[in-house]
């Protein structure tokens, strides 16, 4: 017998119908799928660039969190002991290099705008603790911008702005305020002595420092038109002044300032005593408004980048005929 060749062909009928119909897509398909790649890429390069945005913003929000620790301030506010008095009080705490060594400088303000009448409203000392209490070097005591030495209303001659002999500072104290193991004062209210005076002249007729209110900081509306017994006579400042305080330890931040307070007159316990509030500085507001706004940036972009992936993975399936 002999073996018929058998010849294998595949017929354009039996093709079709031996196979699966075959997939057309449409031009317009694929137009469309091109579209939703292009829109994935776009989204891929959005998140890269809010990243870079975000990287940015975050190196402005650390300038500015550098920018909010240079100056710390707190503020006092309290009824005065007669009707129509308010007692309010400033004490901005800052650091500045000078040479190799760092300063703290203290700012301490009255604010109260009405006119004294008696020792309760002079404001004599401020009482702070220190981390580690340190003990630092009194540099100088001077008058602030726009502030003048009067006695009676009437206003003092004083050379170079000096009032260094009529405050003192003292580190350790026991006794103080709110616990307090610092303070700057112009009375001595058993913790301060004549060592413990900053260099340079007192104001004008303040004799006996730091003893009694002489050489205390007054209200910028004092005419001496309102003194009864106990001021008259007494020079004041009117009504602020700056401490620099010299060897502050190179560790030493501001945020290691607690337990501020204000004192008034020249006894502790029976005279006001206001506690301190600290307020936020402007660059510290303006770090936490950039934080939020970040975070609502990032979690919004996050949100549509999520959706322009589900949209371009439901597009690429549809158009592709994947289930």
Known sequence: MGIQPVVWGISAASVGSATEPSIAVPVWSNTLLMRGLRKCRQSVWMCVAMLMWAVMLMAALTILATSAQSATTYIASSPGNDAGETNKASATFSLSLSGTTTNLLVSLTNLAKYKPNDPQDILTAVFFSLTGDPTLTKVSALLNAGSVGVKNGSTLTVPGGVVGGSWAYAAGLSGAPGGANEGISAAGFGLFGSANLFPGAALPGDGSTPGGLGGGLTTATDDGSKYKGGLTGRPFIKDSAVFTLGAVPASFTLS????????????????????????????????????????????????????????????????????
């Open 256 to 323: 290691g300032i607690s337990g501020v307070s204000f004192q008034y007159g020249t006894t502790l316990g029976t005279e006001p005593n206001l506690p301190g509030i600290l307020i936020p500085e402007p660059s510290a507001v303006m770090l936490a408004i950039l934080g939020i706004v970040l975070l609502g940036l990032i979690n919004r972009q996050r949100r549509a980048h999520s959706r322009r992936r589900s949209v371009c993975a439901v597009t690429v399936n549809h158009r592709t005929g994947v289930e």
